[in-house]
């Protein structure tokens, strides 16, 4: 079983910085794909941006790209987010997940653990 904790969200002006990480324990990290979700209100929980378990590989939503990038620290048990250029709309609750398996998918269904989540909130 695997557990994961967000930390790094909050309040931040558009055009702003943050950076999300995702602490894992209690199984083996580096075998894990991990990714980052969304969901902003009344809206359905959307892919952001995933990373291969060795972190040889990432993939983004075309939203994203160019402001997100995912990155890990297989040594530290921890995958990171870090948001550039920060829009209102970018305004959610942020999810990692977990993926026993190597390869990147972008359908919620397909990760098995999930965090808490991470509010990140932007003001125009």
């Known amino acids: 079983q695997v557990q994961l904790v967000e930390s790094g969200g909050g309040l931040v002006q558009a055009g702003g910085s943050l950076r999300l990480s995702c602490a894992a324990s209690?199984?083996?990290?580096?075998?894990?794909?991990m990714g980052w979700f969304r969901q902003a209100p009344g809206k359905e929980r959307e892919f952001v941006a995933g990373i291969s378990n060795r972190g040889d590989n990432t993939y983004y939503v075309d939203s994203v790209k160019g402001r997100f990038t995912i990155s890990r620290d297989n040594s530290k048990n921890t995958v990171y987010l870090q948001i550039n250029s920060l829009k209102p709309e970018d305004t959610a609750v942020y999810y990692c997940a977990a993926r026993n398996s190597w390869v990147v998918t972008t359908s919620n269904i397909t990760y098995n653990y999930w965090g808490q989540g991470a509010q990140v909130t932007v003001s125009s």
């Open positions: 209690g199984g083996t990290f580096s075998s894990y794909t």
